[in-house]
């Protein structure tokens, strides 16, 4: 029998035989000082491509990052090979600090969390004026994201030869929120990827928007074939002229100005996951007057500070207006 208590020696202890070639284990882990710093272009199943140095590395996550997972835009650093052959496999042993994150959840009451992007200067918000209808709910669900994640936004409105825009822009018209108006013969003609790219030089953006809006397409206009081949792979399905993204990919422009993200078309863009007190930092002539805010305040309750700091001439009221529609829409699905 096996003994246990004051009389217990050594050979009373169970202890785990040390596998042959396992080494003890340690809390110390690696520093790697010597790992390579790169950009997450895609992510697949397991397997992320890494821009190291103009070489697209394809790499995997190292066990000692734990659950941590890297995004899309992600800064990482990496060790292992580097050569960018085919067939080799490198390791991300460290996910750099985010300055932004574009979250999502599938819906309202979702509480898992997904981030799309990390590391996007800016959000455009592709939506067409017809074929298909326009959803200001989902713009809105999208600009709260934006706002939410330290993303600046801008609003992309496609097919105007088929519908006037001037509806959409008066809704939005309070936010100073960027727009460029395209049709679709000014895609074809180039006059529009340039106006779209003036928007874009020097930044991140990550594009997002419901499918058939144009937005892949208008990605396509803005990165040549030659600029994608050069970063790898791209995950995608083509079918009748139709060219669909199903993974998050950044591609970068030409002359090196910035980088676009295209993400997959989405149905839903839930909200379970957003503060409205990081939202109300997208309104700057709106915070000074949540001072006096009770404490947790949704900024649409009979106590809000905000009321009485726009009747006292601080603000306009159409700003306030913006900001609890655009936080309602935490409460209501697209649809509604």
Known sequence: MRRYGKNTDEDDIRQRPNRKGNRPRTNI????EDAAEGMVLTVDRGRLTVLIDDVPVTAMKAR???RKAAVVGDRVSVVGDLSGKKDTLARIVRIEPRTSVLR???DDDDPY?????????????????ADPEPRPRMIDRCLVAAYDGGLSPLLVLTKSDLADAAKILDLYGDLDIPYVVTSREELENGTAVARVREQLDGKITAFVGHSGVGKTTLV??????????????VNAVTGRGRHTTTS???????????????TPGVRSFGLHHVDPSRVIHAFPDLEPGTENCPRACSHDEPDCALDAWVAEGHADPARLYSLR????????????
């Not at 997904?114 to 004026?129: E, K, S």
């Not at 396509?220 to 792979?233: E, F, I, K, Y």
């Open 29 to 32: 882990r690696p520093k790697h």
């Open 113 to 129: 969390e997904r981030v799309v992007v990390a590391n996007a200067d800016q959000l455009a918000v592709v939506t067409a004026l």
């Open 325 to 336: 529609r655009l936080l309602a829409t935490r409460e209501r699905r697209e649809g509604d």
């Open 220 to 233: 396509n206009a803005l990165v040549p074939d030659d600029r994608r081949r050069s970063t790898g792979h």
């Open 64 to 66: 000692e990052l734990g």
């Open 104 to 106: 999502r959840t599938a």
């Open 248 to 262: 998050a990919l950044a591609l970068p422009l030409s002359g090196d100005a910035g980088w676009v993200i295209d």
